[in-house]
């Protein structure tokens, strides 16, 4: 079992709609959850953390966190054409070397979002 | 903006040449790290750097070596290349000061093509 699963998709909405991005991690103490967007060619981008149970929002992005079911997942919602990308799950955890923190990245899951 | 940077972007060499990547951030952040990270695939986590004069291999076993003399620099050196280490490699640091969040700032890339 990989310790970040996500849905390599491709994940194709149509403009306007609600984009819907999941990622189970394997280790309970894991810390801190990150979403990444990576347009194709270039470096990963932060645009969202979260760290405790339920919503965060920022702007048109929604983070969920349910630690007891081990998922986080992310929302857009009015999804546009520079929505389109490659969003990668991360999750902090415990376990590194020498007891600092380990963070690992999912596969990550392509969006489309179409006109 | 991230001061993270990267270099060379782009680097075509022959097999047996060593090569050196670049990477320098501005932000005084203790931790580095370098990924590797083929079109379309996950990003693998190969060297990471706590701090100066602490390296370690990382998930994903590598014929690179690296080394971190100085705070802002964590140079990837390959002694003689392959055409099987062609591929985008990405550097990134992080601070510690909360540790929730570590966002991970990643410079652009150097894309390594060995013929």
């Known amino acids: 079992q990989k310790e970040v699963e996500q849905n390599s998709g491709p994940l194709s909405v149509p403009e306007g709609a609600i984009a819907s991005l999941n990622c189970t991690y394997s280790d309970r103490g894991s810390q801190s959850f990150f979403w990444y967007r990576q347009y194709s060619g270039k470096s990963p981008e932060l645009i969202m953390f979260i760290y405790s149970n339920g919503d965060k929002e920022d702007g048109r992005f929604t983070a969920q966190l349910n630690k007891a079911s081990q998922y986080v997942s992310l929302l857009i919602r009015d999804s546009q054409p520079s929505d389109s990308a490659t969003y990668l799950c991360a999750v902090l955890s415990g376990g590194g070397a020498g007891g600092g923190n380990k963070l690992t990245f999912g596969t990550g899951t392509q969006l489309k979002v179409e006109l | 903006e991230a001061d993270i940077y990267q270099t060379p972007r782009y680097l075509v060499i022959g097999t047996g040449k060593k090569i050196t990547l670049e990477c320098s951030q501005t932000m005084g952040h203790d931790k580095m790290y370098w990924y590797q990270q083929d079109p379309g695939m996950e990003l693998h986590l190969i060297h990471y750097s706590y701090g100066v004069n602490s390296t370690e291999k990382g998930d994903l076993s590598s014929e690179s070596t690296v080394s971190r003399i100085r705070t802002e620099h964590f140079p990837l050196t390959l002694e003689s290349a392959r055409p099987s280490h062609t591929s985008q490699y990405l550097c990134?640091?992080?601070?510690?000061?909360?540790?929730?969040?570590?966002?991970?700032?990643f410079g652009e890339g150097s894309r390594l093509t060995v013929l």
């Open positions: 990134a640091s992080k601070s510690d000061r909360n540790s929730y969040t570590g966002e991970l700032f």
